[in-house]
């Protein structure tokens, strides 16, 4: 009797969950072993009593009848209890295997587990059974707590936020979408790249590795080494600075030139062009330039072998063939003498006679032209005197003229007629030159005009110089029993280098 009230309850309470039964019938059983029927207020108990067995009806006075009515005892009248029989509506008992009516199902057993709970009632997720076919029945239709409206346990990934557990569910495996596998809002840092949004996420906080912490993917030039990758990264792509444009530290060879470090970087190790070391080749680095430089001694001194314009200086001077000048007196007098000085020598003089004021012997004196190291620079010097053959008849007074030291004879003047009847030598120094460039020169310094020599009979003849910055090296005379007429042989002065 007891299971069956048990029984009953349950089937109530499923019933009123279900909504099947009337939440205003109410069954309840009169401890004098009379029933009654509430219903609301209206409710009203009828007691019935045949022969001596007293039994109980209830019959309600409003409202649909009752599903199931509590077991009701029938008691002999001499006071002992007959036995107990159930009865789910008219005649009928939850459990019997008879379905009665008001029953939605009668398997015969008591069974909760099953299609047919002991209420019999049909099973439904939310009945508060666990039937074989749930994972779970809580009895509620709340769908966010730990057991679904499905009867599933909660779970990742099935659509459904439960609260305090997951800050999201979108129903599916995607891991890269809004909504992790692991039901928490994609974020920067999650390990997963999530479409659209990020480039990379390695899941961690290291700055300096294959992802940044804002999930964008490292490059040259966003100011953030990326070690192993980058020697450096300053935020821009400027060459010019200690950090390259390809993220290289700069380096004197890596052919960019970083200003303010280097004046040039031809990213070659060839010492003989423009840039050496990462400087401007220069000289006197002691390199030479190819193209650029003759010579480099890596030296103050200017009048060595190497200039300090890296330019090989000369060791010598030299006089090559030159032109004559023209001859004045009688041209057509006398017999024509040539003597030339000896090789590497010029006019420095000459020496004579006069007669009757006018030139009757005449004869050249020669110096040798050489270079040499004066105070770091270059001087021509004359070493010597040497005379020519003395032409002419003679004369009573003899007479020299000598040019100045270290000075050549470069023209002359004078007056003439039938023969040569006065002479003005002109005399000058050879002087090295060195050009911007570097480039060594000879030519004449100032001229220095020497005494007259004879009278002044005659027509008076310019002052004739030998062409071209040329020296005097050979006399050209017309002779006879004196000096018919008198021109100089030229040379081109010159340098050597070895």
């Given at each position: 009797?007891?299971?069956?009230?048990?029984?009953?309850?349950?089937?109530?309470?499923?019933?009123?969950?279900?909504?099947?039964?009337?939440?205003?019938?109410?069954?309840t059983?009169?401890?004098?072993?009379?029933?009654?029927?509430?219903?609301?207020?209206d409710?009203t108990?009828?007691?019935?009593?045949?022969?001596?067995?007293?039994?109980?009806?209830?019959?309600?006075?409003?409202?649909p009848?009752?599903?199931?009515?509590?077991?009701?005892?029938?008691?002999?009248t001499?006071?002992?209890?007959?036995?107990?029989?159930?009865?789910?509506?008219?005649?009928?008992?939850?459990?019997?295997?008879?379905?009665?009516?008001?029953?939605?199902?009668?398997?015969?057993?008591?069974?909760?587990?099953?299609?047919?709970?002991?209420?019999?009632?049909?099973?439904?997720?939310?009945?508060?059974?666990?039937?074989?076919?749930?994972?779970?029945?809580?009895?509620?239709?709340?769908?966010?707590?730990?057991?679904?409206?499905?009867?599933?346990?909660?779970?990742?990934?099935?659509?459904?936020?439960?609260?305090?557990?997951?800050?999201?569910?979108?129903?599916?495996?995607?891991?890269?979408?809004?909504?992790?596998?692991?039901?928490?809002?994609?974020?920067?840092?999650?390990?997963?790249?999530?479409?659209?949004?990020?480039?990379?996420?390695?899941?961690?906080?290291?700055?300096?590795?294959?992802?940044?912490?804002?999930?964008?993917?490292?490059?040259?030039?966003?100011?953030?080494?990326?070690?192993?990758?980058?020697?450096?990264?300053?935020?821009?792509?400027?060459?010019?600075?200690?950090?390259?444009?390809?993220?290289?530290?700069?380096?004197?060879?890596?052919?960019?030139?970083?200003?303010?470090?280097?004046?040039?970087?031809d990213?070659?190790?060839?010492?003989?062009?423009?840039?050496?070391?990462?400087?401007l080749?220069?000289?006197?680095?002691?390199?030479?330039?190819?193209?650029?430089?003759?010579?480099?001694?890596?030296?103050?001194?200017?009048?060595?072998?190497?200039?300090?314009?890296?330019?090989?200086?000369?060791?010598?001077?030299?006089?090559?063939?030159?032109?004559?000048?023209?001859?004045?007196?009688?041209?057509?007098?006398?017999?024509?003498?040539?003597?030339?000085?000896?090789?590497?020598?010029?006019?420095?003089?000459?020496?004579?006679?006069?007669?009757?004021?006018?030139?009757?012997?005449?004869?050249?004196?020669?110096?040798?032209?050489?270079?040499?190291?004066?105070?770091?620079?270059?001087?021509?010097?004359?070493?010597?005197?040497?005379?020519?053959?003395?032409?002419g008849?003679?004369?009573?007074?003899?007479?020299?003229?000598?040019?100045?030291?270290?000075?050549?004879?470069?023209?002359?003047?004078?007056?003439?007629?039938?023969?040569?009847?006065?002479?003005?030598?002109?005399?000058?120094?050879?002087?090295?030159?060195?050009?911007?460039?570097?480039?060594?020169?000879?030519?004449?310094?100032?001229?220095?005009?020497?005494?007259?020599?004879?009278?002044?009979?005659?027509?008076?003849?310019?002052?004739?110089?030998?062409?071209?910055g040329?020296?005097?090296?050979?006399?050209?005379?017309?002779?006879?029993?004196?000096?018919?007429?008198?021109?100089?042989?030229?040379?081109?002065?010159?340098?050597?280098?070895d």
């Amino acid at each position: 009797m007891i299971g069956r009230a048990r029984g009953v309850r349950r089937l109530a309470g499923a019933l009123l969950m279900a909504g099947c039964l009337s939440e205003d019938a109410v069954v309840t059983t009169d401890p004098g072993g009379s029933s009654s029927t509430s219903t609301g207020e209206d409710a009203t108990t009828t007691p019935t009593t045949t022969g001596e067995d007293a039994t109980t009806e209830v019959s309600p006075t409003t409202g649909p009848p009752p599903l199931m009515t509590t077991d009701v005892a029938t008691t002999s009248t001499t006071g002992d209890t007959d036995v107990t029989s159930g009865s789910t509506g008219p005649g009928g008992v939850c459990g019997d295997g008879v379905l009665d009516p008001g029953e939605g199902c009668d398997d015969g057993d008591q069974d909760d587990d099953d299609a047919c709970p002991g209420s019999c009632a049909p099973a439904f997720c939310g009945d508060g059974y666990l039937h074989a076919d749930e994972a779970c029945d809580d009895g509620n239709k709340a769908n966010d707590d730990e057991c679904t409206n499905a009867c599933t346990v909660a779970a990742c990934g099935d659509g459904v936020i439960h609260a305090d557990v997951e800050a999201c569910d979108d129903g599916n495996s995607k891991a890269d979408d809004w909504c992790t596998n692991a039901c928490e809002p994609a974020s920067c840092g999650d390990g997963v790249v999530h479409a659209g949004h990020e480039a990379c996420d390695d899941g961690n906080d290291v700055e300096g590795d294959d992802c940044h912490n804002d999930c964008t993917t490292p490059y040259c030039g966003d100011g953030e080494v990326i070690e192993g990758v980058e020697q450096c990264d300053d935020g821009d792509l400027d060459d010019g600075d200690e950090c390259t444009s390809m993220c290289t530290a700069a380096i004197c060879g890596d052919g960019v030139v970083h200003e303010g470090v280097e004046a040039c970087d031809d990213a070659n190790d060839d010492s003989s062009d423009g840039c050496l070391d990462c400087a401007l080749a220069s000289c006197g680095d002691g390199v030479v330039q190819v193209g650029v430089e003759q010579c480099d001694d890596m030296n103050a001194v200017n009048a060595d072998a190497c200039s300090n314009k890296c330019v090989i200086t000369p060791t010598d001077v030299t006089l090559g063939a030159g032109e004559v000048t023209p001859q004045f007196g009688g041209l057509m007098a006398g017999a024509l003498f040539e003597d030339p000085c000896p090789v590497g020598q010029a006019l420095t003089g000459f020496t004579g006679e006069l007669a009757n004021l006018s030139h009757g012997k005449l004869g050249g004196r020669c110096s040798a032209v050489k270079l040499k190291v004066v105070g770091d620079a270059f001087t021509v010097v004359t070493n010597g005197k040497n005379p020519l053959p003395v032409r002419g008849g003679g004369g009573q007074n003899n007479w020299t003229r000598d040019c100045l030291a270290d000075q050549v004879v470069v023209g002359f003047s004078g007056r003439a007629g039938a023969g040569v009847d006065q002479l003005t030598f002109t005399c000058a120094p050879l002087v090295v030159s060195e050009a911007m460039d570097g480039a060594f020169s000879v030519g004449l310094g100032a001229v220095n005009m020497l005494m007259p020599i004879g009278g002044n009979n005659g027509m008076v003849f310019p002052q004739t110089d030998c062409p071209m910055g040329q020296v005097g090296k050979t006399q050209r005379i017309r002779a006879s029993t004196g000096i018919d007429a008198f021109g100089l042989g030229c040379a081109a002065p010159g340098l050597t280098f070895d």
